[in-house]
């Protein structure tokens, strides 16, 4: 599907609400708990709501790239853009998220587990994906593991490639669940702008991470919690 055609027809434009075309385009490509693809040309595309992907295998979101498809927030400050309930093998690529002060978001993309669980949150794929704050106060996180209404029950094996979250206040990457493990970062950056409080924080769960880097936070670039996990961090800067 493509939010720019009808029924949905969103505007790319910087200053329409495309929040609903977007929204629908996703929930067309979901057929029977199991996805499609969603395809979305280049553009500005303001989002003022949560846009949902939930209970579904195998979807496919993808921009141009990360300078041509970009998503504008406009909404409230403690919500995420992306949430993903219940997902699995989903694959999102080539976008760019874009934040400011005037209209902060808390978190880019977030995963969790949700009350109906149709498919256990596993096997997401992000690649090559900005999330930009912009400035100090945009952004808190970039990308959230973290647990939902459904519990701490898994959410791993999670594979992030060539993605960049900058001007962040929190966390670039925040892995929050117990039951995370074997998430892989491969060629990933992070930058604090010496305000962000770390670029990879776990408070459970385990990763794996392979080259790329950053700097700029004001706690330390990698904060590390349960000490009983497998944790790797390979040719980082």
């Known amino acids: 599907t493509n ?15 495309d929040t609903k075309a977007i929204q629908g385009a996703i929930d067309a490509a979901i057929i029977k708990y199991r996805g499609g693809g969603v395809f979305v040309p280049a553009g500005d595309y303001r989002v003022s709501k949560t846009l949902h ?77 900005i999330i930009n704050g912009t400035n100090k106060g945009g952004l808190t996180n970039g990308f959230r593991v973290a647990k939902g209404a459904g519990g701490d029950n898994n959410n791993d094996f999670h594979e992030f490639i060539r993605c960049q979250v900058r001007n962040y206040q929190g966390y670039g990457f925040s892995i929050e669940h117990s039951q995370s493990h074997t998430n892989r970062f491969y060629s990933c950056t992070f930058s604090g702008y010496e305000f962000g409080r770390a670029g990879v924080r776990t408070t459970h769960g385990s990763f794996s991470w392979y080259g790329g880097g950053g700097g700029g936070n004001t706690v330390a670039d990698f904060v590390l919690g349960s000490p009983n996990v497998l944790i790797s961090i390979i040719n980082g800067n």
């Open 3 to 17: 939010p720019r055609e009808a029924p949905f027809t969103a505007m790319g434009d910087g200053s329409t609400d």
């Open 53 to 129: 992907i939930e209970n579904v295998s195998g979807l496919k979101f993808s921009g141009v790239s990360v300078g041509a498809t970009r998503f504008i927030w406009n909404g409230p400050p403690d919500v995420p853009m992306f949430l993903l309930t219940d997902a699995r093998d989903v694959l999102m690529s080539d976008f760019r998220i874009v934040s400011s002060s005037a209209t902060p978001l808390y978190t880019g993309i977030q995963i969790e587990n949700g009350a109906k669980q149709i498919w256990a949150p596993s096997q997401n794929h992000f690649q090559r994906i």
